[in-house]
Structure formats: C-alpha cells, structure tokens
C-alpha cells in the first residue's frame, strides 16, 4: 500500500528558499513542496499514518498532508523509478523506528502557481528528461521499487563469424569493441574451447579494453603514462612511496605518516546532468583516497570547472546550458563535500567557449594515512571478495544499452551520487585498516564490478557470485550487476580469519556488506551466476575450492587471455605558434577601465556565491585558505592543513590551469602551469624537494593535431619532472574532449591541470597574502612573461592569438633558489594568477583594506600575468636587499587609503569593485 | 576520576573527530556511541557525565535536518535521552538541530538559512549572553568568540509559546549570517544544562576560543 504525505509550510508563508526561487522567477504567489511516497507493507493502520506524518512535519510552521493527489495548476517533478531516491532508505528507517514495516520511499517536488509560466519555467530550470519525470496529474504507483529481471547470458558462436559479422557484433548492443578487439574474443574462445562467449564476456572486455579503463589512447601514442612514470622513477624522489599504480599517489608526511593526493573528472556525465555528474566526481575521487594503500582518510578536497559562456544555450538540444551546470555545479558540490564532511580546499568556476559542449568537471582529494599502510594491497588465495556500501541498480551503463533495456527493467543512464553511504564505510575502513581486517581494497568506480574485482584479483585469479550483490531491483541479468556504475560501494579483499571481525565493524557502522566470492590461486577471472549458492555457504565453502555449483557461467577467463596490444600510432612535433603581440599604450582612464573589466572577469572575480557555500574547516585541521582577508574574503593561492593531531606539519596544496593559455600553445602552457605551481608552492615556504604534483589531461579527439599536442604536453611535462625532481605520482587521462553538436564538433583545447601537493614540518612558517603595514613596498618578483596572449586583460583587448613567453628552466631555478633563501625579506606574498599584477593589487586592497601608490604604470605592467612570479610586501630598509635572481620590480607602496592611484587618480574605481564582488554572481544565479 | 562524556554518532556524523579532541584536551574521557549499539541495547546513551551530538549530517539530513536522529531519541532511546538531560548536554550544528527535535529546548525551530543556502564563513564573531549563567558559559560572558560557521539550516525562529530557552550567544551585528531572530547563535534550556550552538568552537584557529565551552562542561562535572 502506497500513501503520500505532502510536506509543505503551513499558511503558504514560504521559507527563503522558494522565496527567492519565486523572485527569480517573477512568481509572487509560488509554493513549493515534497511529497513523500512511501509504499508499506500491507495496510497501516490510521494511527500508525499519524506517527509518519507527525515526524515529516516535525519543523515550526509546517503543515502535513496525507493521500492528497496533486492539485490542478500543480506541476511536480519525481525521480523516474530506476533512478532509487536516496531518502528511500531514511524513509524506511523512520517507519521501522515508528514500529511501522515500509518498503520503499519516493521523493518529488511540487510546484504551484496561478502563473501559466510555471509549467515552462519548471521544465527549463528545474527538470532533467534524462532521470526525471513530470508530472501534472497525480501519478499512479504499482510500487516504489525498482523494477528488474534476471535474463540469461546471450550466447555467440564467434568461430565462423567474418569481419562483417564480428565487427557488427562488436558495436552491438551499445558496447564499443572493434574489429580487432572482437578478432581477440574470438582468440579467446577458440583458447578456452568453449561452443560459445557470452555477452557477460564481451560487455566485461569492452569495458576493460576501454580507453576509461584500458587508456587505448595514451598507449596507442607510445605508451605516453609510461614516459610520466620512468620520469618520475629517474628522479627518485625519497617522498615518494606510491605512484600510478594505486587509486592515488602517495607522498610521505612526517612521523609515519603520508599524504594520497587523487584528482579525477567526471565530463561526459557533467554534460547531462550538472547535478548528478558534479555529486559523482567528488564522490569518486574521495572513494579514490579511501581506496588507496589500505586505506586513507580524506582530509581536503579541490573542485575545478570549466563551462561555456552561461548566456549562451546549449550546443545539443536538450541538454542544459552553461548557467543551469552551474547553478547544478554549486549544489552538487556543496550536497556532497559538506555531507562528507571533508573540507573545501579550493573551487573555480572558468567559463570558456569550448567547454560549452562538454564541460571540463575535475574533483580532487587529499588524505591521510600510515606509511605503514601506504602500499597497496594483494589479496591471497582464500580471501574473501567483499562488497560494500550501496546498492547495485541499473544505472550508469553505456548510455544507449540502458534505454534499450525495455519496459520492465528500470534505468538511468547517469549515476546517481548518495553521500551518506559513504560517509558511513569512510570511518569503518580506517577501522578494518586499523584492525588488521584487510589483504586489498579497491573502489568500485567506472565500469562497476567488472573493473574492481578484474583489476584487484589479477594477483592471483578470482571467482564471483553475481547472484550475492544486493541490488536495487528484483533482479538484473548478470553483465549489468558486472557493469552498474552504482556508486557508495568499495570492495575488500578480507581474510577468513577476519571476516567475522570485519563484519562487525561494518554492522557497528551500519554499511551494508556481502561476501560475493573469493580470491583463488588461479589466475583466472572467473564470473557466474547461482541464486542457490548463499553467502553462508560460501564462507563455510573450502577456501581453495571454486563451488562446484556455478548456476549459470558468464565467464572463465586466464588473465593471460584478456590482455590485447594496442596498435602503435607515430606522431610528429606539433606546431608552435609565433610572434607575440603587443599591449596597446593606454592612459589612467583607459587603465582604469580595462582594470574594471579584469577584475569583473570570472577568473578574477569574487566567486563568494559558490565557494561560501562550501565548508572549509570540518575536520579542525584548516590552518590557511581557502580565503583570506579582514575587509573583504579573497581566495588565497593555497591551502594548508595541519592534518596530524599535536603535530604543527602542514599539507601545502594550490593548483594551476589556464584554458586560454592551453588554446595558444599547449606545450608551452604545460610549462608555465607547471613552473607556476611550483613557484606557487616555494612562495608559500616548501622545499622543492617536498612538492609533487598530480595531472589532469582533458584532451579533444577530433580537432587538428590533437595527437601531436598529447605528445608534446606529456613529454614537457616529462622533462619538467626530471629537470625539478618533482614528481607526479598521480594522474588520469581523459582524451574524449571533441563533442558532436547542433553546431558541428566543439572540441575543448588540448590541456592539462596539474595540482601540486607540498609539506613543511611547521605551519608558521608560511607566508601569508595578507598585506601587514601601510608604508611597505610592494615588489614583483619573478620570471617576466609579458605575453598578452592567455592574459585576461588581452582577451578583454582582443590579443588573443600569437605565441606565449618561453621560460627558461635555468632561470626558474635560479628564481627559486633565491626565493628560498630570501623568504625571512616577505611580509607578505601573493602568487601573480589571473589579471597579473593589477590583479593581486585589486585583491589585496579589498582584502586589506589597505591601498597602493604606484610608482608608474602600464597596460604590460599591470596586466600581464607573469605567472612564475608574484607580488610580494618588503619593508623599505629591506628592498635593497632582495637579491637580483628574484627580478625585482618595485610597483609602489602601500598607503592607508584604499585604492591604486597611479597619479592621483584611483584606478580602482567603485564599478571595479562592484564587478569584482557581483559579477559571479550576477552572470549564473 | 576523569569526566566521562558520550559523544553520539550517528550514520552522516562528521565532526565526531574534532569534538572528541576537543574534550580530551580539556580532560575529559570522551567516547562514541554508535546509534547500532544503542538500538542493540550493546551500549547506552545515558552512562556518561556529559551527553554531546557533534555536528554532520546524520541520516543524510534526510526528511529534514535532525528529522530521523530526533524520532530515534524520541522514541528507542526517550528514556535514555530524558536521563541525559538532566546533566550537561551539548549540541553542535546537526547536533543542535536534533537537540531541538529531540525536546530539550521547547518548542523553538532552526529553518532554512535566509539566504536559501549553506553558509561557510571561517571567522564568524559570537558574543556570549552576560545574563546566562549556564556552566558552559562560566566565565564568558560579555567575551566575542570567533570561530566558524557551516550550516544551511540555522535559522532560530523563537516558536510562539513562552520562551522555553535562554540566549546564549548572539552573532554580532550585522554579521547574521542565516537570518537568526534577534541574531541569536546559541541558546540553553532553562535550567542552563542543555546548551546547543550552530556554529563550530572545536574548529576554532584560537586554542582558548577552541576549548573555551568544552572546558566549561568538563568543570561542572568534575
């Protein structure tokens, strides 16, 4: 039986929310509400409706309802039924509290007004056609859950299939296997002898020959994370105790303890659905950090995205535009890392054209864990492979497969982000960790089981049940419990002697946890199907003994049979651009003008609307950033944390991405991202030896030279690594960046982003941006790089094309070793970024409060953005001293006013200022 | 004989951690206690000198803040629940919405944000109530602390019945940062045992600020 419990303010007095809502939407008489679903078991008794109503309207000026079908005028907008609704659980939990037996929850919003807008203005802005439905007659539930059945594996005779037929077969079905990769199935089944393959193995290789899983492309180009890896191994680093071959990198701390550093982007599902791809991404990369060595905690976390300009509409019809991502971005970001409960170390929001069809969404994490624990784990023959977490639903598979699944079977072709399911196995695998529970573990992230339990049981062969993974429906066909994308779920490899010990702590947690199989000294990948093989069987099984029952089999697979090579591709150099334009000569009212709109940009603007509602200091281990200021909340050009208990060390993270420097010259913004970084992380007090760093490439696949351009930034970046000593030790590819659209291909420029991760033993000795006394100097120091090409001031004057500045590496060296050694001349310093010099001053005035008397000024010495460089506060007596390698400019001095005056006149004007603190807002909310 | 202290955790807790440190800085033997523990009858809420619900999101904030962690103190551990109050109870954030939801403060509310939204502010200043003499607020009064603030639902609304609560904290003026009546931060029951804020002191730069209330609960105990 199914009832509906309206939730709503009582008298229609809305709360601020839908207020503002009804404001933005010029709707005066706008309501909002949510309806419960809730389907029980048999017939609850009036009494027992009474109790579930009374605890939904728990809350001051609220007014419950209960069985009232959707009023005429209403619109309400539900998850479709494949897509589980996270509260179903809370709404089960209540009802058991409440001593009343429910089944499922559902939950909708209902909109009202006598407005005939409301219907459009709901479809525009507050609905997705890819998981939600709309409503505007009461809809009418058999029931809440998710609906599945379990088919049998299709079967295919692969022997006498010609080119034709295997090729077809390949692309069959939504799976993406070519002609080459289907000739290796083939190999397979003639191996093995079989009368046939099974869709389970061919959905199970397409996934593990993915360039997602299998990164065809980097090594179809030579084996480019290979060339990244034996950098980083020349170099020989002592921090490092992980790299590239874990969930994420691992850098040692002090006292026994290390750092995991993980940034990951979620872009194709970003472009679908804002909300849910954004909740997926910083989910993902902090299941990373858990599942990385034996398990780390996470202890920051960092959020990049790049859009499309929000005024201008989706390139795809149907899909949402730039302002509705990010308005999406904002409140996935927030739901997810405040829940989590780990702290916002840094956010951007960029909107660049070429973003604008699939956008650049990268989530980043850092965590703490033992060195004890750093490595990453093997399991032993006789484990158990246990899976935890969240359910398993029909979700996040291949896109086109799941809307072909028909009728009966519930989908979603995006996954859906639940945060509280982990949040409660984050502590209980610190627990396991510490408790000695665990041989391995892994997350269960793209491409779903198949992935973690092929990618963890290498080591030594592994067997699984599909039949023991609890799932969201009544059943599913065994490839699609292999490849759900569901997320909250990780897997561990626990010792029988352990397993009763694990399963106490997960109960005590509350994590819901099945043992699904076992890890076997067999070096197969093995995967069947038998409802009648329990999970207490199967721990009371032989650890050495596949079951001799296996139901149905998907497959039963050597891992020796699964690799397959990749065809070599050659690549020439790619080209260069030449020729730097100049800046134009312009007066103090043209200066103060272009400074208006630099700091009214996005890269330069407050972006306090989206970052104020991220927490930044859950955990208590907050020591700076990611704002600053007594006058206004600037964001600083680092983060640092003092993550050990009783210990003043410090965790030092900033980052750095220029899109429009990437559009110029790929190769040589690779090295000025990267000089740039580390130069930012130097200024802030770390040694060079104690950065590393983690990559990021978002690559098109359809735009001229994209190749050349991948091969180029890797061996930059390759050769950066060895010239410094700094390691990356972590990274993702993602080389899928060119979108078909209603306009043609939109491919986003060539790039990558790289966020450096730095230590020192105490805190105190970082430096600050926060300016200290009226009467100091402000002085730039550093590499110069007047290029206007990537600047924002050159965009604002259309110099956007030409050939940006080439460091010399000998020259970055001598900047920092000098900047090293003068650190103790600093009051004060701040990273030279976007809107370069009149940038860091507009930000320091409102930051401080405190105002600038420029010695002189040009539109280059404002404006370029010397980005291995910054400004820094010097007392008088002390800018002789500062020594020559640092390049030292004196730009003027800091006075008790508020401005910059060039002259006597402000150029800081009051427009400037409003830009700077409304732009943001004004452009996406 | 150290002051022991309960610190309930719930599934969706997340500030468990710093709340612990905090206590055992100021001397106090602070322990969990898991919500499966509880409703096992393996563990009791009420075993302790001090009940504390640190801040998070339990159950997700599902069916509203507080929602489901206030029906199981309501219900399962109502006796339990009763008996902590009648000693130092501390909520912070989530765990003064569910202090709310669970009784102890009449029949105030904590709403929805003005803004619409969450509010992150790292250096929000709080002026304790010179009038309250609640043992968390020994010797503080009149004092502004700043520590941060992270919430979306804080927003006190007073209730319409007789006060039932007295004001511990108020923001300072024109800082407000959810829209609180009368800028009020942090309130106490009558009898000044219950003491429930929104805003974080354990996460506080300034050890003093940091410990200051939970050196406070621990004294009254000893």
Redesign the interface.
Known sequence: MIHKFSVRSAGGTAEPDIRELGRSWELDDLQLWRDYYVEFDGTPDPAALAQVAAVLGDQLDVEVSVDQPLEPGAVQVAYKRGVVDNESDSIITVCALLGVKARAGKVATTYRSESPRLRDLVVSTRFNATIEELHDEEPQYDTLVPQGHYESAARYDLRGLDDTALAELGKADGRNLSLAQMKHVQHVQVTLGDEFVTDVLLEALDARWSDHCAHTTWKSLGSLLSRLVRAAEDVANPNVLSMFHDNAGVWDFYDGHALAIKAETHNGPSAISGYFGQLTKLGGVLRDILGTGLSADPIGSFEYTALGEPEAPAPIKGRPDARRLAGETIRAIKEYGNTFGVPMMSSRMTFHPAYRAKPFALGGSIGLLPVSAAQRGTPRPGDFVVLIGGLTGNEGIHGASASSAGATMDTASVQIGAPLEQVKFRKALIELREEGCLSALTDVGGAGLNSAVGEIGEACGVWINTALVPLKTAALPMWRILLSESQERMLLAVPPEHQERAKKILDRHMVRSTVIGRFADTGRYHVFHAPDLTEEALIAGSPDEVPAHQGEVGFDVSYELLDIEVERQEVGPPPRPSGVPSWPALGSAELAGLLEQVVSDAEVASQHHADSQYDSTVQGNTWYGPHYGTEHSVRTAYWAGTPVAGSPAAAVVNTAFNPWMFDADPVAATRQMFCAALAGQVLAGVAVQDVCMCDNFYTPHLSENWREWLVGMVDELAGLVRHFGVPLISGKDSSAGSVHTDEGIVSVPPAVFLSALGKVPHRDGLLREQWTAPGNVLVRIGLSTPSPVGTVAGRKLGLTTGALDDLALSDVDSYLAALAASRNLLRSGARIGAGGVAGALAQGVLASGTGVLLESASAESLFAEHRVGAVVEVSPDDVGRLPAELNPVVVGTLSPGAGILLEGTDLFTPAARDGWLNSFTARIA | MKPTVNVLYL?????Q??TL?AFAAVGATPRLR????LLAGDERLDDADILCIP???S??????AG??A???LR??LADQFETCRTRPLLGICNGFQIAV?GGCFG???L????????????NQRHVVDEENDSPWLAGLGGQTLVF?C?H?EG?F?P?SEGASYRVALRYEKESNPD?SFADVAGITSLDGLSFGLMD?P??A?DPEV?LAFFENGVRAVR
């Open positions: 599934p969706g807790t997340n500030c951690e710093e440190a898991f919500a499966a523990d801040g998070g999101f159950f997700g904030d599902h069916l509203g929602a489901v206030g029906a199981l219900s399962h939801r029949n105030v509310g709403k929805v944000n003005t803004s619409g939204t969450f509010r992150n502010e790292e941060p992270a979306g927003r609304h209730g829209g974080h354990e996460r730069v940091r």
